[in-house]
């Protein structure tokens, strides 16, 4: 999920506890906005902190003035290949570069894991802007856009898209050996490990603790932590929830993504009206001027009128219009896509949907799990957040 | 009949907004500040009247002043450097392209300000009585957000050691952080020892404070730069989807009305937390929704102070109307509606006109002379309505925007960076800073 929708659900989940709310109105306490930080701690580690710990074992930098996509293609697969050679839970790391070529003009390259054909597919692009806008006639010709380099091992690969590298920083793989022989393919393998882990929550909530001497201030750390790991598991990539007991990152639930432009604006959406509610229920102890509608009325009864209804129409709305609409044309682009970077997108449809069924498809009871919890400590909190 | 009078005083608005916009620099609040010379200038104006002269001024301001951003590189909060579309689409021969773009994102903006009108009087003051004993967390809130998603831009550090990648990454987040906090030193300093008589506040110290942040920094990098801007491409036909005009105008919208509504909180800084909110992406939905953010940031909040049953005093405009004429009535929010409607429409037209006029002569220009000659209206702006303090308060100013374009980190730092002080303040923690600092 972005980065607001952790922040904004962290600090929702505070708005329960009534003495938060109380001190926030009264003596203008700023405990709350530990919900928000702490929400988003799990991402502030990994990216500003963890990422730079990570050890590479293979290193591509490309000269961007001599692209040479086999050469990359090559070097990725040789390390599949060692990873084939390794002992069952042995990673190779390779970080891949962005190829800097002005201020704002990037030398855009991808990579694709071909599972059918056993093949690392490296493709060159034409020169980007750091939102992915290609430069028109910078395309390489045909014979140096393309290189393709074979592997030995079974491959996993629960990403299933070519990985566009454009600007800012390039992103890192990691090849995991299996215990039955595969290789499995995990993207920015720093992200969601340690970072993410209640175990490393609850350090924080204890430190906060004991700095405090306050219960509450861990509660306030802990939680919205707790609901940033939950609300990663309900993507494709999962947490590694036990750090240091439990070694590997888990699968996610596969519900949603992380950037997607439905479930982000619905949380953010929904957590704003839940702030509200919380806002409505709290401010009627102090001053009947600051309450907007009757503290008895049914909580669900306005989550009814207030979120259900209108996130319902436009559900619909954004079901029918994704359903009906395939694939958009690029609008915004200087010029037509075009280049290798079309030709990656059409060229590789078919093996997109061959991956796409080979994900790992969490069991159903999981996938409510993944749902409920969040819910269940919302209703836990709502029942009994306003006499803590 | 006797209502078409007030759009005839809109129309003087628009045309005098419109004239405004395009000099370089010139912020929203020296607009307020000719608000006040009109007060003190003609006091037997009808009221009601010189508040539709406002209204066509602001709507005026909030559509026209894309120009200035496009074409002259001096743009005002919720706009950023390097990777900000305009100068992008005008160096591709798109500056008129994207100047409409912009346009059409206010007139959505506009549309949808419609659409709630009926509903405004309902809707906006629960947002009031609940978020009131609410508001230092919220707006601390906003700026923690700001601070903690400023991420490290490395650009693909090759340091060979662990400590060498994080020294990378952390230089543009530890620019970021200091942007900040010298913006916010600046901030305190300014408003708690004000350098100009307080009924000059606005024109004295906000207006130099900002053109230095923004518009000098801009100015003198593109003079530097000595790059020259091609021949520009009129036409009628844009590469807009439906999708980017729809995502990008309800964002900008969300972003714009939330920072219309809470104190301290720039356009900008609004925008980037809507779109933040809604994943938008791409360079179109950045220009639609920037121009419907800044359109409903500066109408919205003049709106609020007209909705029945409500009138929040918001932002500058509708702290300068309030001392001439308080809104009462529904007819009168009704008008304002109207005027605001049909201002749209009309300043959306004069920017077709302004940019088409601007796009065949800006080539023919050195984009150096241009660039320069707009520090030179900066300066003489500032000299007019600041003396050498303000001359002062821009050069420190300017030096603070430089550092954020030189480590391109993000602008809203400075924004909230200045107004932290007074978040600070709300939820009684500045006494002891200013203290230390003795400048009480």
Same mark, same amino acid.
Not at chain 1, 143 to 154: I, Q, R, S, T
Not at chain 2, 82 to 86: A, E, L
Not at chain 2, 96 to 106: L, Q, T, V
């Given at each position: 999920?972005?980065?607001?929708?952790?922040?904004?659900?962290?600090?929702?989940?505070?708005?329960?506890?009534?003495?938060?709310?109380?001190?926030?109105?009264?003596?203008?306490?700023?405990?709350?906005?530990?919900?928000?930080?702490?929400? /988003?701690?799990?991402?502030?580690?990994?990216?500003?902190?963890?990422?730079?710990?990570?050890?590479?074992?293979?290193?591509?930098?490309?000269?961007?003035?001599?692209?040479?996509?086999?050469?990359?293609?090559?070097?990725?697969?040789?390390?599949?290949?060692?990873?084939?050679?390794?002992?069952?839970?042995?990673?190779?790391?390779?970080?891949?570069?962005?190829?800097?070529?002005?201020?704002?003009?990037?030398?855009?390259?991808?990579?694709?894991?071909?599972?059918?054909?056993?093949?690392?597919?490296?493709?060159?692009?034409?020169?980007?802007?750091?939102?992915?806008?290609?430069?028109?006639?910078?395309?390489?010709?045909?014979?140096?856009? /393309?290189?393709?380099?074979?592997?030995?091992?079974?491959?996993?690969?629960?990403?299933?898209?070519?990985?566009?590298?454009?600007?800012?920083?390039?992103?890192?793989?990691?090849?995991?050996?299996?215990?039955?022989?595969?290789?499995?393919?995990?993207?920015?393998?720093?992200?969601?490990?340690?970072?993410?882990?209640?175990?490393?929550?609850?350090?924080?909530?204890?430190?906060?603790? /004991?700095?405090?001497?306050?219960?509450?201030?861990?509660?306030?750390?802990?939680?919205?932590?707790?609901?940033?790991?939950?609300?990663?598991?309900?993507?494709?990539?999962?947490?590694?929830?036990?750090?240091?007991?439990?070694?590997?990152?888990?699968?996610?639930?596969?519900?949603?993504?992380?950037?997607?432009?439905?479930?982000?604006?619905?949380?953010?959406?929904?957590?704003?009206?839940?702030?509200?509610?919380?806002?409505?229920?709290?401010?009627?102890?102090?001053?009947?001027?600051?309450?907007?509608?009757?503290?008895?009325?049914?909580?669900?009864?306005? /989550?009814?009128?207030?979120?259900?209804?209108?996130?319902?129409?436009?559900?619909?709305?954004?079901?029918?219009?994704?359903?009906?609409?395939?694939?958009?044309?690029?609008?915004?682009?200087?010029?037509?896509?075009?280049?290798?970077?079309?030709?990656?997108?059409?060229?590789?449809?078919?093996?997109?949907?061959?991956?796409?069924?080979?994900?790992?498809?969490?069991?159903?009871?999981?996938?409510?799990?993944?749902?409920?919890?969040?819910?269940?400590?919302?209703?836990?909190?709502?029942?009994?957040?306003?006499?803590? | 009949?006797?209502?078409?009078?007030?759009?005839?005083?809109?129309?003087?608005?628009?045309?005098?907004?419109?004239?405004?916009?395009?000099?370089p620099g010139?912020?929203?609040?020296?607009?307020?500040?000719?608000?006040?010379?009109?007060?003190?200038?003609?006091?037997?104006?009808?009221?009601?009247?010189?508040?539709?002269?406002?209204?066509?001024?602001?709507?005026?301001?909030?559509?026209?002043?894309?120009?200035t951003a496009t074409f002259m590189g001096a743009p005002?909060?919720?706009?950023?450097y390097?990777?900000?579309?305009?100068q992008?689409?005008l160096m591709?021969?798109?500056?008129?392209?994207?100047?409409?773009?912009?346009?059409?994102?206010?007139?959505?903006?506009?549309?949808?300000?419609?659409?709630?009108?009926?509903?405004?009087?309902?809707?906006?003051?629960?947002?009031?009585?609940?978020?009131?004993?609410?508001?230092?967390?919220?707006?601390?809130?906003?700026?923690?957000?700001?601070?903690?998603?400023?991420?490290?831009?490395?650009?693909?550090?090759?340091?060979?050691?662990? +400590?060498?990648?994080?020294?990378?990454?952390?230089?543009?987040?530890?620019?970021?952080?200091?942007?900040? +906090?010298?913006?916010?030193?600046?901030?305190?300093?300014?408003?708690?020892?004000?350098?100009?008589?307080?009924?000059?506040?606005?024109?004295?110290?906000?207006?130099?404070?900002?053109s230095?942040?923004v518009a000098v920094p801009w100015v003198l990098t593109n003079a530097a730069a000595r790059f020259k801007v091609?021949?520009?491409?009129?036409?009628?036909?844009?590469?807009?989807?439906?999708?980017?005009?729809?995502?990008?105008?309800?964002?900008?919208?969300?972003?714009?009305?939330?920072?219309?509504?809470?104190?301290?909180?720039?356009?900008?800084?609004?925008?980037?937390?809507?779109?933040?909110?809604?994943?938008?992406?791409?360079?179109?939905? +950045?220009?639609?929704?920037?121009?419907?953010?800044?359109?409903?940031?500066?109408?919205?909040? +003049?709106?609020?102070?007209?909705?029945?049953?409500?009138?929040?005093?918001?932002?500058?405009?509708?702290?300068?109307?309030?001392?001439?004429?308080?809104?009462?009535?529904?007819?009168?929010?009704?008008?304002?509606?109207?005027?605001?409607?049909?201002?749209?429409?009309?300043?959306?037209?004069?920017?077709?006109?302004?940019?088409?006029?601007i796009?065949?002569?800006i080539?023919?220009y050195s984009y150096r002379k241009v660039s320069l000659g707009v520090l030179a209206v900066i300066i003489?702006?500032?000299?007019?309505?600041?003396?050498?303090?303000?001359?002062?308060?821009?050069?420190?100013?300017s030096?603070?925007?430089l550092?954020?374009i030189?480590?391109?980190?993000?602008?809203?730092?400075?924004?909230?960076?200045?107004?932290?002080?007074?978040?600070?303040?709300?939820?009684?923690?500045?006494?002891?800073?200013?203290?230390?600092?003795?400048?009480?």
């Open positions: 999920m972005k980065g607001v929708t952790h922040f904004i659900m962290g600090i929702t989940a505070l708005t329960f506890i009534g003495s938060l709310m109380r001190g926030a109105v009264i003596e203008d306490s700023l405990i709350v906005v530990l919900g928000g930080i702490f929400g /988003l701690m799990p991402d502030t580690l990994d990216f500003k902190f963890l990422v730079y710990m990570e050890k590479h074992d293979v290193v591509i930098d490309p000269d961007p003035h001599d692209m040479r996509p086999k050469e990359i293609a090559g070097k990725l697969a040789e390390a599949i290949d060692k990873t084939g050679t390794l002992k069952p839970g042995k990673m190779v790391k390779v970080q891949l570069h962005t190829l800097k070529l002005g201020p704002d003009l990037w030398q855009s390259y991808s990579v694709f894991f071909n599972k059918r054909r056993n093949e690392v597919i490296v493709n060159v692009g034409p020169h980007v802007t750091m939102s992915r806008v290609p430069s028109p006639g910078t395309e390489p010709p045909p014979d140096k856009a /393309l290189g393709v380099a074979k592997y030995a091992p079974k491959l996993i690969d629960t990403y299933g898209k070519p990985s566009e590298i454009g600007g800012f920083s390039g992103p890192s793989f990691g090849f995991l050996k299996k215990k039955d022989g595969s290789v499995e393919v995990v993207f920015i393998p720093f992200h969601r490990r340690s970072g993410h882990s209640l175990t490393l929550g609850a350090i924080f909530a204890l430190i906060g603790y /004991l700095l405090t001497g306050k219960p509450i201030i861990a509660v306030a750390i802990f939680i919205p932590w707790t609901f940033h790991i939950i609300l990663d598991t309900l993507g494709h990539m999962g947490n590694n929830l036990f750090w240091p007991i439990t070694k590997q990152r888990t699968s996610g639930l596969y519900l949603t993504s992380a950037n997607n432009p439905f479930w982000n604006p619905f949380i953010v959406y929904s957590s704003m009206a839940l702030i509200l509610w919380n806002m409505n229920r709290f401010n009627t102890d102090v001053s009947s001027l600051y309450m907007a509608f009757e503290p008895g009325t049914s909580v669900w009864l306005y /989550l009814f009128l207030v979120v259900v209804i209108p996130w319902l129409i436009l559900g619909t709305i954004y079901f029918l219009y994704t359903s009906r609409v395939k694939e958009e044309k690029p609008t915004e682009v200087l010029a037509p896509m075009a280049g290798a970077a079309a030709r990656m997108a059409t060229e590789l449809e078919e093996p997109r949907y061959e991956d796409i069924s080979e994900r790992p498809k969490p069991s159903l009871i999981w996938r409510i799990l993944g749902i409920a919890v969040p819910a269940i400590i919302l209703i836990v909190f709502a029942m009994y957040g306003g006499g803590w | 009949m006797d209502s078409l009078i007030y759009f005839l005083y809109a129309f003087v608005g628009i045309l005098m907004g419109s004239a405004l916009s395009i000099l010139l912020h929203i609040y020296s607009i307020a500040a000719i608000g006040v010379f009109f007060i003190v200038s003609f006091p037997s104006v009808d009221p009601l009247g010189l508040s539709m002269v406002f209204t066509g001024m602001l709507v005026a301001y909030a559509i026209v002043n894309a120009i005002d909060d919720s706009l950023r390097m990777i900000f579309p305009n992008k689409y591709a021969g798109r500056g008129y392209e994207a100047s409409i773009i912009g346009g059409m994102g206010a007139l959505g903006a506009m549309m949808i300000l419609l659409l709630i009108a009926p509903i405004a009087s309902y809707i906006f003051p629960i947002f009031r009585k609940l978020t009131t004993p609410h508001m230092p967390w919220i707006l601390i809130g906003c700026v923690v957000y700001l601070l903690q998603t400023e991420w490290p831009k490395d650009w693909g550090s090759r340091a060979k050691t662990r +400590f060498g990648r994080l020294k990378d990454g952390w230089a543009s987040l530890s620019a970021g952080w200091l942007v900040f +906090f010298l913006s916010m030193m600046m901030g305190f300093v300014l408003l708690n020892m004000p350098v100009t008589s307080i009924d000059k506040a606005m024109q004295g110290m906000i207006m130099p404070a900002f230095g942040f091609p021949k520009q491409n009129i036409k009628n036909t844009f590469y807009v989807s439906k999708k980017d005009m729809i995502r990008g105008t309800t964002t900008g919208f969300l972003g714009g009305m939330f920072s219309a509504h809470e104190p301290m909180i720039s356009a900008g800084v609004g925008g980037l937390l809507a779109g933040h909110a809604t994943v938008t992406g791409g360079d179109v939905q +950045f220009m639609v929704s920037g121009s419907a953010a800044r359109f409903t940031y500066y109408v919205g909040a +003049f709106f609020l102070l007209w909705v029945p049953f409500l009138h929040l005093i918001r932002k500058g405009l509708a702290n300068i109307t309030v001392t001439v004429f308080s809104p009462r009535s529904e007819s009168e929010f009704w008008l304002l509606v109207a005027v605001v409607a049909v201002s749209a429409v009309i300043a959306f037209l004069f920017l077709i006109v302004i940019s088409r006029f796009s065949k002569i080539p023919r003489i702006l500032v000299l007019y309505f600041s003396g050498w303090q303000g001359l002062i308060i821009l050069t420190i100013a030096g603070i925007g550092t954020q030189m480590f391109r980190t993000r602008w809203a730092n400075i924004m909230v960076g200045f107004f932290f002080p007074i978040m600070l303040s709300m939820a009684g923690l500045s006494a002891p800073i200013v203290k230390m600092l003795g400048i009480y």
